[in-house]
């Protein structure tokens, strides 16, 4: 239940607090006073789409904050938790949870749940278990079978709901097995061609074996034996500088060293200073020696058949190549194919076995979307009965004595996500006339009761917590808005109702009267809500019904409604 709404700079609306609570509250003023932004709020609030159009001119943004009491262990209060949102102990009475919604000039916004910035997407999921919204357009959607559908399963109750719910379910899954078994039987030429490609590339990469890193080591071994004599040629220089055999007087590296470390060892006596220089080249002897030694250890281990072993190693490059050609953009990505393709390969190669298991799912599956499906057909054309016949009650209160209705349920000729049925919803609007669908021939305020009627006869088995109606009483008047109002004081009894009217003989009914009122300040108009008791009732009642509040006959109206709908009430 809607404790309070808060409005500010919404539309026309620059401030506005609107006291709702339980029973039946009623919203009037004048036209483009700012009553159609009261539902627009509240449709902020249940996760509506944002509009910077709809911020007040002149203004940053808008905001938009409801109070709730909610129980405080049910699914609403589970999801606010759920979404890291916290509820407040209200007493007795429940749970005070707060929502809110700002909408900035540019378009942004943001809701909060129970304190806590959360998706839009969670107030609408709490949205579709606090409010029903009805206006003008829902009427015209009753016209269409969805929606007549929709109404014949809320008033099915939990035995119907369950049902469709398995239903729905085995339909899911029937649908998902045949999807796949159909690609499977559509694409089964091209799987089995991949699959024959795919084992005659996994055939020549195994043959081929390459290793990771194989590429690179054998462009290391091409490039030097390639090089193989200029290679020797230069070990065997170094070498022979280091370390000459020659018999010329051509002195090596070796032998210069060696003079020099002996010419300071012969004074370094005399002097300190030398001893570090000659030990230096004592160090520098051996390391000489030690490079001459490994290369000629070097020019030993060249290959003297280079020419053989460069050609089987362009021929293993070449091999290496034309997999990479064919199957990757690397020698990794080759041997990732291998590890991958054997996988995929696998999976070919079970088609036909995975084809029989998946038929035989769908047939399995299919069975049991039929069998639910008679059982969801047979509780709707049961609840169809009741709910026709409840209904055609209600219409008689509300000024249609002759109308029947009927609703009728007819098998499709296939299955579809809301089962096989076709149900429409047949209104004779007086014996001797040939029923037709609301869809044709319903004018706009038949629509209406209709509409209303169903919503009572529903909400009396599956109450839902709050009824906002948006001139849905439009098309109507004289005796029949007085017994919409009465059957509008009927659903309060079981649910919080609020109704955005422009009838006296409605909202002579509300136990709660809130009207919006417009001032003019220049060109820019702002709206507030003010509760309207007693005279100042009276004289917005006397508004509705002559336009004049204070007209004497217009008041004497007035009173006679509000008596009407007091004797009514006791």
Sequence with gaps: MIEEIDIRDLGVIGRATLPLGPGFTALTGETGAGKTMVVTALGLLLG????????????????????????????????????????????????????????????RSRATVGGRTSPVGVLAE???????????????????STAQREALDRFGGAELAAALAAYRDAFTRWQSLRGELDVLEAERDDRAREAEELRAALEEIERVAPQRGEDDELAARAERLSNLEDLRLAAAQAHEYLSSQALDDTPDVSTLIDAARRAVDRVSAHDAQLQPLAEALAAVSFQVAEISTDLAGYLAGLDTDSGRELEIVQER???????????????????????????????????????????T??????????????????????????LAERVTAELGALAMPDARLSVTVTDRADHGATGKDDVAILLQPHPGAEPRPLGRGASGGELSRV??????????????????FDEVDAGVGGASAIEIGRRLARLAANAQVIVVTHLAQVAAFATNHLRVVKDGDGSVTTSSVQQL??????????????????SESGLAHARELLDLARSTAA
Excluded: C
């Design 48 to 107: 509506a789409r944002a509009d910077a159009a709809s911020v007040r001119s002149g203004s940053d943004g808008a905001v938009v904050e409801g109070r709730w009491i909610v129980p405080p262990d049910g699914p609403v209060a589970e999801r606010v938790r759920d979404a890291g949102g916290q509820l407040d102990d209200a007493g007795n009475a429940g749970a005070e949870l707060i929502l809110a919604r700002s909408v900035s000039s540019e378009g």
């Design 126 to 144: 709490l949205g579709e278990r606090l409010v029903v919204v009805h206006g003008q357009s829902d009427q015209v959607r009753l016209r269409s």
């Design 317 to 359: 490059r070449a091999e290496l190549a034309s997999l990479v050609r064919k199957y990757g953009d690397s020698l990794d990505d080759v041997i990732d194919r291998l590890d991958s393709g054997s996988g995929r390969l696998l999976e070919l190669d079970t088609d036909e076995e995975r084809i029989e298991t998946l038929r």
């Design 361 to 386: 799912g769908v047939e399995a599956e299919h069975a049991r979307v039929i069998e639910l499906g008679e059982r969801v057909s047979a509780l709707r054309r049961d609840a169809a009965e009741r």
């Design 451 to 468: 509409m209303l009627a169903i919503e009572v006869v529903v909400a009396a088995d599956d109450p839902v917590p709050t009824f906002v």
């Design 533 to 550: 008791t007693g005279d100042e009732r009276a004289a917005e009642m006397a508004r509705l019904l002559s336009g004049l509040p204070d």
